[in-house]
């Protein structure tokens, strides 16, 4: 059973990703907001289970500008 949502972002820098944790929201949250400074950024999601916090397998990366 889904326990919350884990969600990461990075920065791009000279070809190099450095993930971020960014927040862990509740269960069944369908969308999340935040705010970042202008910019390139990509974002993936993961959904933590169970007391012991197992996580799953990141989703696909989606990839933003901020203008």
């Excluded at 326990?3 to 960014?22: D, F, I, L, N, R």
């Excluded at 950024?41 to 989606?62: C, L």
């Amino acid at each position: 059973c889904e326990t919350g949502v884990e969600v990461q972002y990075a920065t791009v820098k000279s070809g190099v990703v450095t993930w971020k944790p960014w927040a862990t929201t509740a269960a069944n949250v369908t969308n999340f907001t935040g705010t970042l400074v202008k910019g390139t950024y990509k974002f993936r999601v993961r959904d933590v289970t169970g007391s012991h916090a197992t996580y799953n397998d990141w989703s696909n990366e989606a990839s933003v500008t901020i203008r």
